[in-house]
């Protein structure tokens, strides 16, 4: 997955001083967020070349079903005896008194300018055409698929970076007001310190706790920077460029997944698995193609030219047409051929298998945490609760003697952290639902637009 390269980018960025213009910006939904990323992404324009390459090398493998068609034209000078008898045939100069013994023994030299077509056409190529254009079509096939699943795993990253973004976002909100609350109550407590009402052994160590709150704020602000900032790098826009974002994450409507169901998908679907079984067709065709190597080979050929001494004079036309067949009796390299064609295609048979336990692996892995996320939401969600009422019930309390100055700030920071273990559950079960999806090979955009509906985005 790209979490890790999502996770690395962003400690990069964090140091990052970018000026974020909160004013009327643009809003900025998952939909327009994946859209964005799906134009800009250089992995998937990658794999769209690969596409391109594939169905330039299918014509090339093609072009052996075509007839070839050269333009041949040359230009020589000679007195070999040989050379200089067939020169005069082919410009119709010969004479009688060409045939004095002196002339054909020690002629004198002559020129000769030739200028032609030549056509080759393969009727029966032992086969080596056909196995070669079809191995290349399921290279074209296996291309697609590459770059299918490289378009869901831009959508995979672009669903991974914006949840995160907006979890950073309802954070640092949620944060900033605890903070607030905080500096609040020490500066009340501060002032009963200095009239005598409060311990100063609790002040101090609510300075403390205090503190703790202001670096949870500052971290957080400027993971809020990086993130959006890693948002405009995935979209190719400017760093500095700011746009509005949803400050919640819906949880009621994240669906639960059934393994086999979700494992029979993926087998069935995942391009990637789909991308390595083409290329093992491919390799097979190349097997055949090896194979069938001891097969004749058949083909038609053509020459015509005209031959003169010199540029304007008049000179003769000749044509040879014939057909041409060969049969390899020893060819010691086929054997070698066949073994390396059928190695390959098993290899890739064991890269296939690999990859389909690689996939149940995951998916059985990330189900397990999904259902974690899930049981532990409810526990978080009731410990937010409890929290809130805590701190609800704590400051009249403190207000009124009966708690420190530390008990209550102590309230706000489990309050704190009660929140972000929800709010970070929520975005796991969301996120969780988007691998699953991706696992599966199903992350595509009806999945999209339903997972943002689901999330309320």
């Not at 008049?314 to 059928?342: I, Y």
Request: net charge neutral; with cysteine.
């Amino acid at each position: 997955m790209r979490h890790h390269i999502l996770s690395i980018i962003t400690v990069g960025l964090m140091m990052t001083s970018v000026s974020w213009a909160e004013d009327q910006t643009p809003p900025l939904s998952l939909e327009l967020f994946t859209q964005k990323v799906l134009a800009y992404y250089p992995g998937l324009k990658a794999a769209h070349g690969d596409v391109d390459v594939a169905l330039a090398r299918q014509m090339q493998a093609k072009a052996g079903f075509w007839p070839t068609l050269d333009l041949v034209a040359g230009y020589k000078v000679t007195n070999d005896p040989v050379d200089v008898f067939g020169t005069l045939l082919h410009q119709e100069r010969f004479t009688s008194s060409d045939f004095d013994l002196k002339r054909l023994n020690t002629p004198d030299r002559h020129q000769d300018l030739s200028a032609g077509v030549r056509l080759d056409l393969p009727l029966f190529d032992a086969m080596q055409t056909i196995y070669r254009a079809r191995a290349a079509g399921e290279n074209v096939k296996a291309a697609g698929s590459d770059e299918a699943f490289t378009r869901m795993e831009a959508r995979l990253m672009a669903q991974d970076a914006y949840l995160n973004a907006v979890t950073l976002r309802e954070l640092a909100m949620v944060v900033n007001e605890v903070c607030k609350s905080a500096d609040a109550d020490l500066q009340k407590a501060k002032d009963l310190k200095d009239r005598g009402m409060v311990l100063g052994a609790d002040y101090y160590a609510a300075r403390v706790m205090s503190g703790e709150l202001t670096r949870v704020k500052n971290d957080l602000a400027r993971q809020d920077k990086a993130m959006r900032a890693l948002l405009n790098i995935m979209m190719g826009e400017s760093m500095a460029k700011a746009w509005a974002l949803p400050v919640s994450l819906q949880a009621e409507d994240v669906p639960s997944e059934d393994a086999s169901a979700l494992m029979t998908m993926a087998l069935a679907r995942r391009p990637d698995l789909q991308a390595l079984e083409l290329r093992l067709k491919a390799l097979d065709m190349d097997v055949s193609r090896a194979r069938a190597g001891d097969l004749p080979r058949v083909s038609v050929f053509a020459d015509a030219a005209g031959d003169r001494d010199k540029v304007f004079s008049s000179g003769g036309k000749n044509f040879t047409v014939g057909l041409k067949g060969e049969l390899a009796l020893f060819d010691p390299a086929r054997a070698g051929r066949v073994r390396e064609a059928q190695a390959r295609a098993q290899r890739l048979g064991y890269e296939i298998q690999s990859l389909k336990d690689d996939i149940q692996r995951a998916i059985t892995g990330e189900l397990a945490r999904q259902e974690a996320w899930r049981d532990n939401l409810v526990v978080f969600k009731s410990m937010s609760e409890d929290a809130r009422q805590a701190v609800t019930f704590m400051v009249p309390l403190y207000s009124e003697g009966r708690r420190s100055i530390k008990d209550l700030i102590e309230a706000r920071r489990a309050y704190l952290q009660a929140v972000e273990a929800y709010d970070k559950a929520v975005t796991g079960l969301w996120l969780s639902r988007g691998r699953l999806l991706f696992m599966a090979g199903a992350l595509d955009e009806d999945q999209m637009k339903q997972l943002t509906q689901g999330a309320g985005l």
